[in-house]
Nanobody, 123 residues
Framework: QVQLVESGGGSVQAGGSLRLSCTASGYTYRGNCMGWFRQAPGKERETVATITTGGGRTYYADSVKGRFTISQDYGKNTVYLQMNSLKLEDTAMYYC????????????????WGQGTQVTVSS
């Protein structure tokens, strides 16, 4: 049984930082992809960042480039999202997901999802 367990969400003032963690179990971590996604109320889910677990290649949404960093601890099947310079518009439920690697820095579908962790940024 695949489980993705997120932690690290919370409330922070604009300009602050948070670090999200996601540990995968029952999942073939090696040679696949992990990603962070978010969904704000009334909005569609969007990709925040992804990483290929084998090569460590990353992708970032334009809205978070230069502020967020995705990384991993390969030995712990854990992926992180370091979020700096947080903005009000970063407020959302953040989800960790596991997906397939299709080559290069490209990920395919994400089929396994965590329960989500709330990030709230206030002024």
């Amino acid at each position: 049984q695949v489980q993705l367990v997120e932690s690290g969400g919370g409330s922070v003032q604009a300009g602050g930082s948070l670090r999200l963690s996601c540990t995968a179990s029952g999942y073939t971590y090696r040679g696949n992809c992990m990603g962070w996604f978010r969904q704000a109320p009334g909005k569609e889910r969007e990709t925040v960042a992804t990483i290929t677990t084998g090569g460590g290649r990353t992708y970032y949404a334009d809205s978070v480039k230069g502020r967020f960093t995705i990384s991993q601890d390969y030995g712990k099947n854990t992926v992180y999202l370091q979020m700096n310079s947080l903005k009000l518009e970063d407020t959302a439920m953040y989800y960790c997901a596991g997906g397939t690697w299709i080559g290069g820095n490209s990920c395919g579908s994400f089929n396994y999802w965590g329960q989500g962790t709330q990030v709230t940024v206030s002024s």
